[in-house]
């Protein structure tokens, strides 16, 4: 059975398997149906995700090891928690090679080797050889330098001798191995061309590497599930925990990395006889009247729920204030002399092929190589294709139309490569074909860099639109808009996740909350960053805008968590400053401006925090029960009971104090109903009350969530008011309190219900009329969850 809720666990040295069992009973009196756990197979060494594994055969030591899993087990069921595990099948950490037997045997032996097969390498570009981009600088300069050793001492894993650069090994080849330890430079240049790896500069791993990854990062290695043995073999501990009672269902980290996603998921199915599944996977254009569908034929029950996120944040946004905040923008471009603001259509496209031309040149070189006949331009027009495809990727025969949208606007863009891009329809339409298959591969690193990891550091008029799985060019959503897109996931996917925040999301949900107050006013907001960019300014307009808008989102925030933030978000951006070469003068004034928040600045972000705080913390608890009561399985990130006011990551996986939310729900339970309510105030009382009443309505009683109806609200405000019925649950949750608030109230709006008895679980107040003033229903908190009274 599916669960009622989850609430994810993120497992790591410092917060292992023991730590986690330690919450269970906690979690428990949450209300969370299921335990949600990161990866746990054996990752790299100080790894605190876990989506690079090295050992697919065993738990992480680190994390626990496998009795630290089996204890966990235990306190879970003791606790009457389900188990939900992510796992990781697109690809391996292979940063040190020593630590993955699979890939240092693949070093060490070759083609020769039985893994060669697991990983997807192009051998013959490579001449026999994998490239490994670890040098700090051309091989010759390497050598010359005599940074670079051959050792013949045999070790445990080095049988034939090493070679070591700096903290590097790596095996030698039987036979080849220096009479004594060397660094002379003719040796060694005859040495590693027998090797079966080439070592090889960084900065050309981006047009010559020979290997698929995930995305761009080369220390994670593509895994070919698509081969038996290979499924067999890094799902061997996997399934053994579903068999054994270990696990109750499997989240499916990037399958759109996968050769065949859905062959994947059936296999998974039978493999696990059709346990719960969950994928992680963007849907795009959530949020819109048009959203991208789910694969109906996929043998998953739903995503991870960024969909919904979209969904939520955007009917919480007020669509009055898109024309001011772009006008916003566009003179904070001119002001800094940038181009002025364009469709985000032409924004994407313009990162997209950005990085299609840097950082994923070496994938469109074999995407050539694959094609079964020479196209002339075809890497030009490939790149295109990328930069105009419409969703992260499809799955022939299906998707067909997304392959022919690309074609068409990249023909427009284009039309020197009109013959070519026609050309190269006609080979990657057929699913057959190598170069089709690798295409679909392609396509989503290439979309995943390109906006989220880009364009959405880019377009800075309102934070809350850039989040993983939104649309940044769809600024709202009307309340119609949010029945339909919940009405459509309780009748097509209702097992699905939703979430509001997750290990991947570039803001946590309260700071998107808090955000959101901001196009409700937009004019205070500009004049505030007029004044914040008189304290500091990087120079560049919409850049100042991301930034202070990451400082009053996560306010109070330690300098360092700024700091950190900053670099990353200026560096994804890639206009003034970037990873490869980083621009000193412009990093030297981002932080300048970091500095000033907690300096000559500081009073007046603590005033403008001051004043829409309030505004957003209503923002976040309408959130938080729109998800929470709301159709698909909810699920409760780490610490996101109380506020989450998290940045990007590692900032969101930070340690939770797990201790000061169990007393805090201890308090609030010995408290409730007899009037000690917790205040909606810094202490974030008020949330771990919506979150811990939602869950346990939701687990104790199912048959209140069993389908999906709008309720109507009349009156003067209605407009700022989102309520459906669930079935017998009947959530309201307040919208743009800021024109509620200038309006003086609710007045005469009133919601229209059955006749009967309800109870507010967050009240504890009785309601028996068909019409409920919001006045009185919403008097003490900006959401209500009612609830039909229990038979005695």
Known sequence: MPPASTYRLQIRRAFDLDAAAEVTEYLRDLGAGWAYLSPLLQATTGSDHGYDVVDPSRVDPARGGREGLDRFVAAARAAGLGILV????????????????????????????????????????????????????????????????????????????????????????????????????????????????????????????????????????????????????????????????????????????????????????????????????????????HPEALPAWWETDGTTGYDAMAEIDRVLIDPAGEDALDRLDARLRADSGLELPVPYADVIHGTKRMIADTIQVSEIRRLVRCLPETIEGADDALAELLACFPVYRSYLPAGRENLDAAAAEASVRRPELADAIARLVAVLADPALEVSQRFQQTTGPVMAKGVEDTAFYRQTRLGTLTEVGGDPGVFSLSVDGLHRAFAGRQAGWPHSMTSLSTHDTKRGEDVRARLSVLAELPERWSEALTRLRGIASTGHGPFDSLLWQAIIGAWPATPERLHAYAEKAAREAAEATGWWDPDAAFEERMHDLVDAAFGRGTALVNDF????????????????????????????????????????????????????????????????????????????????????????????????????????????????????????????????????????????????????ASIDVLTGRRFEGTVVPLAELLSRYPVALLATEEDS
Do not use: C
């Not at 990007?648 to 409730?672: C, H, K, T, W, Y």
């Open 86 to 289: 992510d796992i990781v099948p697109n690809h391996m950490g292979v940063a040190d090679p020593a630590q993955n037997p699979w890939w240092w045997d693949v070093l060490l032996r070759g083609r020769g080797s039985r893994y060669a097969e697991a990983f997807d390498i192009d051998w013959e570009y490579g001449d026999g050889r994998v490239r490994v981009p670890i040098l700090g600088r051309e091989l010759d300069d390497v050598i010359e330098a005599g940074e670079l050793t051959a050792d013949p001492a045999p070790g445990p894993q080095t049988p034939f001798g090493h070679v070591r650069y700096f903290d590097h090994v790596l095996p030698l080849a039987e036979g080849t191995a220096p009479e004594r330890a060397t660094t002379d430079a003719a040796s060694l240049r005859g040495i590693l061309e027998r090797q079966h790896w080439q070592p090889m500069f960084w900065r050309r791993e981006a047009s010559e590497l020979n290997y698929r990854r995930f995305f761009a990062v080369t220390t994670l290695a593509g895994v070919r599930v698509e081969v038996p043995w290979v499924f067999d073999e890094t799902h061997a501990e996997i399934l053994r925990w579903v068999r054994d009672g270990l696990a109750d269902g499997l989240r499916v980290d990037h399958p759109d990395g996968l050769l065949d996603p859905g062959g994947y998921l059936q296999r998974l199915a039978e493999a696990t006889d059709g346990a719960y599944v969950l994928i992680e996977k963007i849907l795009e254009h959530s949020g819109t009247d």
């Open 609 to 756: 925090v001051r004043e829409i705080r309030p505004y957003g913390w209503s923002n976040s608890l309408s959130a938080k029960l729109l998800q929470l009561a709301g159709p698909g399985v909810p699920d409760v990130y780490q610490g996101s009971e109380l506020w989450e006011t998290s940045l990007v990551d590692p900032d969101n996986r930070r340690p939770v104090d797990f201790a000061a939310r169990q007393a805090l729900l201890a308090e609030i339970d010995a408290g409730f109903p007899l009037g000690d309510l917790p205040p909606v105030d810094k202490t974030g009382a008020a949330k771990l009350l919506v979150t811990s009443r939602a869950l346990r309505l939701r687990r104790d009683r199912p048959g209140l969530f069993t389908r999906y109806t709008p309720m109507t609200v009349v009156g003067e405000a209605s407009a700022h008011a989102v309520a459906y019925d669930r079935g017998g649950a009947v959530a309201v949750a307040t919208r743009l309190p800021v024109g509620l608030d200038r309006r003086g109230g609710w007045g005469d709006t009133a919601l229209l219900r059955h006749a009967g």
